[in-house]
């Protein structure tokens, strides 16, 4: 997967000690195909080389507005206009400041002042994100917050910072994003905004289904790839609700849309965390539901008194979440996708399943081959036929399918 392929980044770096991190945050655009250009403040060479980061880049890097590499004199001018956006991290609360006024007094606050971005012979301004970066007690300071709020004002996007230890010892908000979440959340930002405004419902996972205090039942799902739909709803300007079955995996981070999670155990929990949310506009049942639970769960763990001793438990079914939500929203708005794991006739069952749920679009894969890998490959099927993807990561495939969704609404 390669997310940044085709883009051009200017990273401007100012001084703070996490301008140690920028070239591994460069390592990471370039891994996701970008081409990178740096242009650093002087104070930035204090914390970290010029050498080193034209190294990492493979690019000159510049620092001086009176730079002769730039045939016609005017870095400032030049640097800015063939990239597809300007990523500033570190960036300190000086330099925060002096965006905010409009100052221009070296090469990297002067570009910003005039930057630009030509695409098809037409001018217009070229998109600035910064990721800040300073201890606490001068994040929370009024004057950069003052900072903070102007340059919301004037469509700078604002990336992190985060909240832990901080170089100084201190602990609290400042510290800068981590270099591989800064590059998720520039993939996020050049992701098409197709569900601007829309509520999702996503469910992912499996379901545990107790025997007794002990064990119980589950299936091989780990989740990644409901994790991934929720990543891409974000990326699509959504605002997500995403219910987790026991999973080990971290929640999407929101840099486009809105989040929240809900950790569930059972098809009983997963069920009634999903009724709660009937004013969704997309609902993706993603997760591995088990179909049966066990009527009576023993109070104490089960203990084998023979070499032949064989529990015999009493089985009884698990509500379909998918459908009694299909028919709850049958004549409101929410879109309903469903997901099916089969081991064989995959279209078939694909088809009988879109049916009997009465839902419009059910995606099909095959379980055994997707169940825990970072790749799979699906078919979407609808009342027009099926559509396949794949193989491809998950995430890519996340895309496609938030894609072919936004077509249908």
Not at 41 to 65: C, E, K, M, W, Y
Not at 197 to 219: C, M, Q, S
Not at 330 to 351: M, S, Y
Request: glycine share 6%.
């Amino acid at each position: 997967m390669m997310s940044l392929n085709n883009k051009t980044i200017l990273l401007g770096i100012t001084g703070g000690i996490a301008a140690y991190k920028s070239p591994e945050l460069v390592r990471q655009l370039i891994k996701q195909g970008a081409k990178v250009k740096v242009v650093m403040t002087d104070a930035a060479t204090h914390f970290v080389t010029p050498t080193t980061l034209q190294a990492v880049s493979g690019n000159p890097v510049f620092i001086s507005q009176w730079d002769a590499r730039i045939p016609n004199g005017m870095p400032h001018i030049e640097l800015s206009r063939d990239v597809d956006a300007i990523l500033i991290a570190p960036v300190s609360a000086d330099f925060m400041a002096k965006l905010s006024l409009g100052l221009a007094d070296d090469l990297l606050s002067t570009l910003c002042l005039a930057r630009g971005h030509e695409s098809n012979g037409v001018l217009s301004d070229c998109p600035l994100l910064i990721t800040p970066s300073m201890n606490r007690q001068m994040w929370e300071h009024v004057a950069t917050q003052r900072s903070v709020e102007k340059l919301l004002q004037d469509q700078v996007i604002l990336l992190g910072p985060a909240s832990g230890d901080q170089a100084c010892g201190e602990v609290g908000m400042g510290r800068m994003l981590e270099p591989v979440e800064i590059c998720e959340a520039l993939i996020a930002f050049f992701q098409p905004k197709l569900l601007q405004g829309k509520k999702v419902l996503i469910t992912a996972g499996p379901t545990y289904e107790p025997i007794d205090p002990v064990r119980g039942l589950t299936n091989r799902s780990s989740g990644k790839m409901g994790f991934a739909i929720a990543r891409a709803a974000l990326e699509a300007g959504a605002t997500v609700h995403l219910i987790a079955g026991p999973v080990s995996l971290e929640t999407p981070l929101a840099y486009s849309g809105k989040i929240t999670r809900v950790n569930v155990m059972s098809a009983a929990d997963m069920h009634a965390a999903v009724m709660a949310h009937p004013d969704c506009d997309l609902f993706f049942s993603v997760a591995a539901v088990a179909d049966w639970r066990v009527n009576h769960i023993a109070e104490q763990k089960i203990k084998k008194q023979s070499a032949s001793d064989i529990p015999a438990f009493d089985l009884v079914q698990n509500p379909d979440i998918l459908l009694e939500f299909a028919k709850k929203s049958v004549n409101q708005h929410p879109f309903c996708i469903g997901f099916a794991a089969e081991t064989q006739n995959l279209i078939d069952h694909g088809k009988k399943k879109l049916l009997a749920k009465n839902i419009p679009l059910l995606i099909a894969n095959h379980g055994p081959s997707t169940f825990g890998e970072d790749h799979n490959q699906i078919t979407l099927i609808d009342a027009q036929g099926e559509s396949h993807f794949g193989p491809a990561d998950k995430i890519s495939l996340a895309r496609d399918v938030i894609r072919e969704v936004s077509k249908r609404l």
